[in-house]
């Protein structure tokens, strides 16, 4: 059984939102979408009679800014945390059968059959279950801990992406 106590820091949550991003195609094809939308938008206005709907433009500028810039950043993740998790203390079980964390006033247990991915990053592990995104500082653990996690996550089948 591995156990650890941590506090949730912004850079490790941010850290490992950034990657979880990546891999997610749904995001991805949405963002590139809305570069194209917004290209076009200005591109009409660039292109129009003498005397073209200007509001267009800002339209399309938004579309292109949107559609460029981090999901991370666009949601502010960061003031998320800060006002959502301020330094609670989180404590997480981890064996054979479940992951369970305890933090102030919320339990969460959840069987290994449920994560459907995990990633590791400099700084944290985390595991995904399709809805939400467990994050877990690598500070908290022992590099045996750490070896351990990585043995269950390869015996529980579960899919790596790095």
């Known amino acids: 059984m591995i156990e650890a ?39 009409i206005v660039f292109t129009g009679k003498p005397s073209p709907a200007y509001w267009v433009l800002a339209v399309g500028i938004w579309f292109v800014w949107h559609g460029i810039q981090s999901p991370v950043t666009r949601f502010n993740f960061r003031l998320y945390l800060k006002m959502g998790a301020p330094n609670e203390e989180v404590a997480v079980q981890i064996d054979e059968t479940a992951v369970i964390i305890v933090a102030p006033n919320v339990r969460t247990e959840a069987n290994w059959a449920a994560f459907k991915l995990t990633f590791e990053t400099s700084k944290t592990f ?9 994050v877990f500082p690598k500070r908290a653990f022992s590099e ?4 351990e996690f990585r043995r269950l996550v390869a015996e529980k089948n579960i899919p790596t992406k790095r």
């Open 144 to 147: 045996e801990s750490r070896e």
């Open 5 to 43: 106590k941590y506090i949730l820091r912004v850079d490790e949550a941010t850290d490992a939102a950034r990657k979880a991003y990546r891999y997610d195609l749904l995001t991805w094809l949405s963002r590139a979408v809305s570069v194209v939308v917004g290209l076009g938008l200005i591109g």
């Open 126 to 134: 985390a595991l995904h279950d399709g809805k939400l995104l467990y």
